[in-house]
Nanobody, 123 residues
Framework: QVQLVESGGGSVPVGGSLTLSCEASGPQASVFAVGWVRQAPGKEREFVAA????????NYGDSVQGRFTISKDNAKNTTYLLMNNLTPEDTAVYYC????????????????WGRGAQVTVSS
């Protein structure tokens, strides 16, 4: 069992930056790949980024490639999402998710989910 808690959401102007954090807890917190998925009002859920258990493999969605960076501190069981050059299209609830396979995270089929963090980008 793994519990995921997001933090760092908020409001930011266009072109600004924001960092989300996802802290994992539980007896198996260190054995999972972790990722971020977002959902904007009226839109389908969208894959954002994922990182493998050891942090050596990262995947990004097309819309955030080159602007967002996912990283992991295994000593703290915390995963970070650095978001740069934000646009209004990045406004959404961002969910942290975890699964044994990074491919499952990428497909939105994670076993564990956080409650989400709101990110609002205003023009």
């Amino acid at each position: 069992q793994v519990q995921l808690v997001e933090s760092g959401g908020g409001s930011v102007p266009v072109g600004g930056s924001l960092t989300l954090s996802c802290e994992a807890s539980g007896p198996q917190a260190s054995v999972f790949a972790v990722g971020w998925v977002r959902q904007a009002p009226g839109k389908e859920r969208e894959f954002v980024a994922a990182i493998s258990r050891a942090g050596k493999v990262t995947n990004y969605g097309d819309s955030v490639q080159g602007r967002f960076t996912i990283s992991k501190d295994n000593a703290k069981n915390t995963t970070y999402l650095l978001m740069n050059n934000l646009t209004p299209e990045d406004t959404a609830v961002y969910y942290c998710c975890a699964s044994f396979l990074i491919s499952d995270v990428r497909r939105g089929q994670s076993d564990y989910w956080g409650r989400g963090a709101q990110v609002t980008v205003s023009s």
